[in-house]
C-alpha cells in the first residue's frame, strides 16, 4: 500500500516561493505517475501539475505556467513542487496524489477519479 506525505506548507507574502515534498513509503515511487491536486474553500478541486514516472513529461494547469516547477527524484522516492511568484489565488490544500504508470499525466491532471492515492494535504496560504 502507498502512503503519500507532503510537507513543506505553510504562510508566504505575495510574490513569494515554498517547495512542497511528497514523500512516499510502502511502494517504489517510480511505478507511478504522480499529480498534485489542490482545493480552495468554495472552489473545485484542480490538478495543478503532474508528472510521469520518469520525469520526462509535465503537465501544468494554465494558472501556474511559468511560476511552478514539477520534479522527481525516484530514488529519494520524493517529488516536488517548486512555487514561485505565488498569489493570493494560489491559497489552498494541496494534495499529492498517485496514479498507475500508464496515465497520462494531462489525463491525470484532468480527471481525479484516476488517482488511486492520496496524501492528507498541505495548507498553503498566500497572504500579506
Known amino acids: 500500500q502507498l502512503q503519500l506525505v507532503e510537507s513543506g506548507g505553510g504562510l508566504v507574502q505575495p510574490g513569494g516561493s515554498l517547495r512542497l515534498s511528497c514523500t512516499a513509503s510502502?511502494?517504489?515511487?517510480?511505478?507511478?505517475?504522480i499529480g498534485w491536486f489542490r482545493q480552495a474553500p468554495g472552489k473545485e478541486r484542480e490538478g495543478v501539475s503532474c508528472?510521469?514516472?520518469?520525469?520526462?513529461?509535465?503537465n501544468y494547469v494554465d494558472s501556474v505556467k511559468g511560476r511552478f516547477t514539477i520534479s522527481r527524484d525516484n530514488a529519494r522516492n520524493t517529488v516536488y513542487l517548486q512555487m514561485n511568484s505565488l498569489k493570493p489565488e494560489d491559497t489552498a490544500i494541496y494534495y499529492c496524489t498517485a496514479a498507475m504508470r500508464v496515465v497520462p499525466v494531462q489525463s491525470l491532471c484532468a480527471t481525479p477519479s484516476r488517482v488511486l492515492y492520496w496524501g492528507q494535504g498541505a495548507q498553503v496560504t498566500v497572504s500579506s
Open positions: 510502502g511502494a517504489t515511487l517510480n511505478y507511478y505517475t
Open positions: 508528472i510521469s514516472t520518469s520525469g520526462g513529461s509535465t
